[in-house]
């Protein structure tokens, strides 16, 4: 095995109690030391600042924009991070937060997590690109093969919206059919998203239905009649989907002969190593995985039933960092995680905790239009009100914790009960303050 010697130096393998970071390390010890070496931690305003004159809106991710993050363009807490470990960041202005972002769900064990960092140090150290394809794609594919459901083959990419893109292609190429029916949020490339830019004959052959609607799912179905070429949807958006759902969507397939996609970007390795078909039992064709699979490092992933993987032997996808192996390594630890401990367990017994003290920070302010929604490993904080939704993220940051405006927070491994007593103390601090007179 190429990566055996990893293991060997006992450098790959996870703690016995998946809810405890590693080598009795504290999330506490991870956070790093000043670096002198490091940005000047002065006025976080100049961040913001210098990224929005060279980087449109500010940053290259729409989600942390500063609109995105807080709900302002101007906001009154720091929008950059200088270290990140645990679950943990250290912004600009020098102050440590604790992150329910988790990278936009990137991150499933903690930031600079040990055993991944020296298993990306040890892929780098030895050369992480040539020439050849890395023996490290074919030991992760057996190991992603073994683990998911659905995945008889695969093919990485990087980004979740490449991975989408691709099923999309292979199940085109499969059918020999143009039309897709979607749901949920699927990657910005202009089959999936109604956007500025985006050419009306880029559009005609995608039909957006909404979540858990059957109506909507059937209406779509029969407009696409005997061209429709794949179903593919987020089975979950922020709650289970009704089986009824998934049940009409799989029969539609299976009587137009067309593919079943699901989008296992959030669930996949969060809900199940497989994402909402392992804990369904709903096997699709298709099915596309990415952001915790690698702990943040940029890879994503294609797979399903030989059959119509083998689709993509007749059609073009290539991406020339498909296959480095620093991500992949990334990944190889991650999955041997997987496979020794519950770290699913883990993040729901952490996320259950975070929901339960914010929970009883809403009960006990009585501030009206907020609500918790999602699941325990994947939650929203949800206002009714965008200017109470702002109040509230701005002097929660400044009480220490960083969390999600309009989308999931994520548990993580390193969410420890230090971390869950400080998102207590900040979601009722900052309730409280809203509610004291100006």
Known sequence: ?????????????????????????????????????????????????????????????????????FGSDTPDAPTHFLHAAGCHVVA??????????????????????????????????????AGLSSALEVEVAERFCGMVPCAEQVRFLKTGAEATSA???????????????????LGWHDWACDAAGVPAGARQDTIHVPFDNLAAL?????????????????????????????????????QHGAALIFD???????????????????????????????????????CGRADVMDAARRTWISSTLAGEASALAAAYVVLDWHQQADICEALA?????????????????????????????????????????????ERAMAHGVLFKRGAYNYACVAHDDDAVRAIEHAASASFVEMLEPS
């Open 1 to 69: 095995m190429v990566f055996k010697r990893f293991f060997e130096r006992g450098q790959g393998q996870p703690a016995a109690d998946a809810s405890e970071p590693p080598d009795d390390e504290t999330p506490e010890s991870h956070v790093p030391e000043d670096d002198a070496d490091a940005p000047e931690a002065a006025a976080d305003h100049s961040w913001a600042e210098r990224a929005a004159k060279l980087i449109p809106g500010g940053s290259s991710t729409a989600s942390k924009r500063p609109m995105g993050l």
């Open 92 to 129: 600009t202005d020098g102050e440590t937060y604790v992150d329910c972002t988790m990278a936009l769900g990137a991150v499933g064990l903690g930031y600079a997590e040990p055993h991944v960092t020296r298993a990306v140090l040890d892929a780098v150290g030895g050369g992480h690109v």
């Open 167 to 185: 099923a999309v292609r292979i199940a085109r190429t499969y059918t020999g059919r143009d039309v897709v029916v979607a749901s949920g949020y």
């Open 218 to 254: 059937d209406a779509a179905a029969d407009r696409a009649g005997d061209r429709l070429a794949a179903i593919i949807l987020e089975p979950v958006v922020e709650r289970l989907p009704s089986d009824a759902w998934i049940a009409r969507a799989k029969a539609i397939c299976s």
């Open 264 to 302: 296992e970007m959030k669930t996949g390795f969060r809900l199940a190593p497989g994402g909402y078909q392992e804990i369904s039992g709903v096997t699709p064709d298709l099915a596309t995985f990415g952001k915790a699979l690698a702990n943040g490092f940029p890879l994503s992933a294609v």
């Open 349 to 393: 017994k952490n996320g259950a905790e975070m929901r339960r003290v914010v929970s009883a920070a809403i009960t006990a302010s009585g501030i009206p239009g907020v609500r918790l929604e999602g699941l325990d490993p994947m939650w929203f904080l949800r206002f009714d009100d965008p200017a109470v939704e702002h109040e509230f993220l």
